[in-house]
């Protein structure tokens, strides 16, 4: 593919269940972002995978939310136990080492009920 | 916590004008870059500016980088419709280290 793709594009669950948003970032890049974005709000760091280092987890809101990335290629984020306030829109992007330039996904609307 | 906050929130502009919003941020960086975003969806790389560089233009935009005052401008020059959107500045600390976004500049575009 072309660009950075995630899935699903729009996500409606109940509070309480778990979910599993998906990115598959452009191929070669080895960096990878993961961005929480609420209505009319800016973007909200969550998670940076650069290559084999170590995560960059600080952003992550609690311990509901995971990542992880396999392969150096496709990320898994995953929110258990949903609330309310974790309705958002989630953006998942990538670089090439060595340039910051970041290419966004369309993101991810997610919404608890 | 959020790196850079662009200044104005929201911007409301004839087309044909031009539009100026600000970044400033708070710690050393290695560049720094501005993103267009339509419709809450995914953004656009516009520009990116290194922190050795004070001026760069892009078609019709032009980013002023002031490193001594941390703070960094994006000019659209003669505003079309197609303009409308949210402007993020991120930064960033080194070439290989995670972006850090500010809050954005809402910029409409009247007929």
């Known amino acids: 593919g072309a660009g950075v793709s995630q899935s699903p594009s729009n996500k409606v669950t109940e509070k309480g269940k778990d979910v599993e948003l998906r990115c598959d970032p452009i191929?070669?890049?080895?960096?990878l972002y993961w961005y929480r974005q609420s209505l009319g709000q800016g973007l909200e760091f969550l998670i940076y995978f650069q290559g084999n280092s170590a995560p960059d987890k600080s952003g992550l809101p609690s311990d509901r939310f995971s990542a992880e990335r396999t392969g150096g290629s496709v990320s898994t984020l995953t929110i258990q136990r949903t609330q309310q306030e974790d309705s958002a829109v989630y953006l998942c992007a990538s670089s090439i080492q060595g340039r910051t330039e970041a290419f966004f996904g369309q993101g991810t609307r997610l919404t608890v009920v | 916590s959020q790196q850079g906050e662009e200044d104005p929130q929201a911007l409301s502009i004839q087309e044909g004008e031009n539009a100026t919003m600000n970044c400033s941020y708070k710690t050393s960086i290695n560049n720094l870059q501005w993103y267009r975003q339509n419709s809450g969806r995914g953004l656009v790389h516009l520009i990116l500016?290194?922190?050795?560089?004070r001026e760069k233009h892009s078609g019709r935009l032009r980013v002023t980088l002031d490193t001594s005052k941390k703070s960094s401008s994006l000019l659209i020059t003669a505003s079309r419709a197609a303009d409308t959107a949210s402007y993020f500045c991120a930064t960033a600390w080194s070439n290989d280290y995670k972006l850090s976004f500010g809050a954005g500049t809402t910029v409409t575009v009247r007929a």
């Open positions: 500016i290194r922190s050795n560089e």
């Open positions: 191929s070669g890049h080895t960096a």
